[in-house]
T-cell receptor, first 116, second 114 residues
Framework: AQSVTQPDIHITVSEGASLELRCNYSYGATPYLFWYVQSPGQGLQLLLKYFSGDTLVQGIKGFEAEFKRSQSSFNLRKPSVHWSDAAEYFCAVGEENAGNNRKLIWGLGTSLAVNP | GAVVSQHPSRVICKSGTSVKIECRSLDFQATTMFWYRQFPKQSLMLMATSNEGSKATYEQGVEKDKFLINHASLTLSTLTVTSAHPEDSSFYIC??????????FGQGTRLTVV
């Protein structure tokens, strides 16, 4: 069965430091990959997505992610973290072979805290 | 980008009553809508998938008589929690998709049953 693993439950970084959030997936074909961010008590906002093409994807708020097929990874990065980036981050992969009802398979999330 | 509006953002209801949550796609036609439940500090749990004009498809373990989903138009889906109990208290989130690969999320509804 498809799965998404976010190995880090909680990460703390200092403001201005670089950030990398890990995401690994299990998938048979070319995956549709997403990173979402959720602020406390809020819905989810799409940061970036990968469907095909260039494996380095640029997103909003200065985030980027790189799809590495050989490692089954889609890690999220930001060169310099801002205090406002403190939130919950979810990696997801689109279910394969599901047609119009394709669901998202979710990781458990990584909680990011930013120290001033 | 596409906007999904979810209402209400917070609701408190008495045990035994029913509560309806609305999910609207404001600037696109949502052929497919998804309803999720999220417990504190946990990931999203898909409850059901609905297509406009069809009955919703519920995930295993989700009581369809308790969580009524209606997707009567291409811009509106509703989730009704019937005979709510304190254990139904949770954060409910909807998402909508026009037909492509990307889904857009509502702001979520915090339901508290007292």
């Amino acid at each position: 069965a498809q799965s998404v693993t976010q190995p880090d439950i909680h990460i703390t970084v200092s403001e201005g430091a670089s950030l990398e959030l890990r995401c690994n997936y299990s998938y048979g074909a070319t995956p549709y990959l997403f990173w979402y961010v959720q602020s406390p008590g809020q819905g989810l906002q799409l940061l970036l997505k990968y469907f095909s093409g260039d494996t380095l994807v640029q997103g909003i708020k200065g985030f980027e992610a790189e799809f590495k097929r050989s490692q089954s990874s889609f890690n999220l990065r930001k060169p310099s973290v801002h205090w406002s980036d403190a939130a919950e981050y979810f990696c997801a992969v689109g279910e394969e072979n599901a047609g119009n009802n394709r669901k998202l398979i979710w990781g458990l999330g990584t909680s990011l805290a930013v120290n001033p | 980008g596409a906007v999904v509006s979810q209402h209400p953002s917070r609701v408190i209801c008495k045990s035994g009553t029913s509560v309806k949550i609305e999910c609207r796609s404001l600037d696109f036609q949502a052929t497919t809508m998804f309803w999720y439940r999220q417990f504190p500090k946990q990931s999203l749990m898909l409850m059901a998938t609905s297509n406009e004009g069809s009955k919703a498809t519920y995930e295993q373990g989700v009581e369809k008589d308790k969580f009524l989903i209606n997707h009567a138009s291409l811009t509106l889906s509703t989730l009704t929690v019937t005979s709510a109990h304190p254990e139904d208290s949770s954060f409910y989130i909807c998402s909508a998709r026009e037909g492509g690969l990307e889904a857009f999320f509502g702001q979520g509804t915090r339901l508290t049953v007292v």
